[in-house]
């Protein structure tokens, strides 16, 4: 539909040939499961706010999804040639309009916003927000294009003029706050010096050591204890089973932001493996002057509410989230963590689709010998528009250069699957009729 308009909840946005979001993806903006009291994603919204409380923390959930690559990666520093921002891995709905891919987002005008007086209390030096995200990704039982996060930051004003000389007065400050953080006994590993010349500079232009010592400090305390609070939940819910028995045991890791330095992402050991929970960091003071706080410094986190709330309620599938089906929703109750008891497991039937890529010496195509450019998550996106969550995942299977031609060769394992019901033979046979359709008509590729 380039050069249209579309209606994203009663307003209207023009299109253009940057658009590249499905009405499938349009139909999740309405449901705001995180709204909806007793489901589980709510359920573990609220138990994180709990630990960023009021007077301090206010707590907000951000309802429209649609904002502009502004506010979703230039204002944050996002260079022009990030990833992040190519349309193979986000929705866009015109050149300059996107689902936001992170709550991040809405930092800058929830900085602003700090130094106004929009605020739920006067006291508010912090926030959290919640939103649903959206990223044009792979098919799998943990990754769906359309999920939540929860930020959250906390700033603490600084001395107008020369603040870099007052730096000793600001880090005890903070440090003041650190102590008020209760104390937790969970084995915490943390090898790396808070700041690292290249691999985690410290703002030198702005901060001074021991400030960023204090705010980090308190920045991995206080989400060191979200994550104790979290996980003794889970082993409370799991009591009787095997899981969430062992002590638990979280690492910090160095990371890298745009917006952000130095950046962290916690990892907790999780049923014998590292998982990653939140990315998080020191705010980039640029950020702050720009957003009319440039007397605060402070710390930012992000988390994926789906992967915390898998682990929570023990849901094995990413896709249930998102089911009308009262086997699930009946099974969940505000304020409770309890365990998901899966109803029967339907069978699952999985089909191959083969091609050959295009190359661009048979499409008149610039790059002599190569092959006009295939993003995986193409066909992600059309299993998606064809089966939707009919589809539990999507794997590469096989690779092969045909060694006269040079001409590549794909072929992708589809497994169709329904949460709730058997799927039958025909039925699949259409949806996989359709993907191979679509995708010759959509990348121009040749089936095998
Ligand atoms: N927005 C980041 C992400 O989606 C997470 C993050 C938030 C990191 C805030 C640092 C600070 O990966």
Redesign the pocket.
């Known amino acids: 539909r380039p050069g249209n308009q579309i209606i994203v909840e009663g307003r209207p946005y023009a299109t253009d040939e940057w658009m590249n979001t499905p009405d499938t993806i349009l139909s999740h903006v309405s449901r705001r499961l995180y709204l909806d009291e007793n489901h589980p994603l709510a359920i573990t919204r609220k138990l994180i706010e709990s630990q960023f409380p009021g007077p301090v923390f206010g707590n907000y959930v951000e309802e429209d999804p649609i904002v502009t690559t502004e506010q979703n990666f230039d204002v944050l520093g996002f260079p022009p040639d990030h990833p992040g921002r190519s349309r193979t891995d986000t929705y866009y709905i015109n050149e300059k309009t996107l689902l936001r891919t ?3 987002a809405h930092q800058s005008a929830y900085f602003r916003r700090i130094n106004s007086n929009e605020k739920i209390r006067p006291e508010e030096e912090g926030y959290t927000v919640t939103a649903d995200v959206y990223r044009r990704d792979s098919i799998d039982r943990s990754h769906y294009p359309v999920f939540h ?1 929860m ?1 959250g930051a906390r700033l603490w004003k600084r001395p107008r003029v020369d603040p870099l000389k007052h730096a000793a007065e600001t880090a005890s400050m903070i440090w003041k706050d650190v102590e008020k953080i209760p104390s937790h006994d969970v084995v915490v590993e943390d090898p790396n010096p808070t700041i690292h010349p290249e691999r985690n500079p410290l703002q030198a232009d702005h901060h001074s050591a021991e400030e960023v010592e204090a705010v980090a400090a308190h920045l991995k305390r206080s989400l060191e204890r979200m994550v104790v609070k979290i996980f003794s939940e889970a082993a409370k819910a799991a009591k009787g089973s095997d899981a969430g028995q062992e002590p638990l045991k979280v690492r910090w890791v160095e990371a890298y ?1 745009p ?2 330095s130095p ?1 962290w992402e916690l990892e907790v050991f999780w049923q014998g493996d590292w998982l990653e929970i939140l ?3 020191i705010i980039k003071q640029d950020l702050l002057i720009n957003s009319d706080v440039p007397d605060r410094i402070g710390w ?3 988390v994926g509410l789906e992967r915390i709330a898998m682990l929570l309620f023990n849901i094995p599938d990413i896709r249930l989230f998102w089911s009308r089906d009262e086997r699930f929703l009946s099974q969940f109750t505000a304020g409770k963590i309890t365990r998901f008891e899966p109803f029967s497991k339907h069978p699952a039937c999985y089909k191959d689709v083969a091609f050959w890529l295009r190359s661009a010496t048979s499409s008149g195509g610039s790059a002599a010998g190569g092959v006009v450019p295939f993003h995986e998550n193409d066909i992600m996106e059309i299993v998606r528009d064809v089966a939707g969550d009919l589809v539990e995942d999507v794997k590469l299977v096989d690779e092969f250069t045909h060694p006269k031609t040079g001409r590549k060769s794909l072929c992708y394992r589809i497994n169709y699957r329904s949460l709730e019901r058997t799927l039958t033979n025909k039925e699949v046979n259409e949806l996989h009729e359709k993907v191979r359709e679509k995708l010759v008509e959509k990348t121009g590729v040749e089936l095998r």
């Open positions: 992170h709550t991040s996060q930020e932001f917006f952000t950046s990315g998080c960091g930012a986190f992000g």
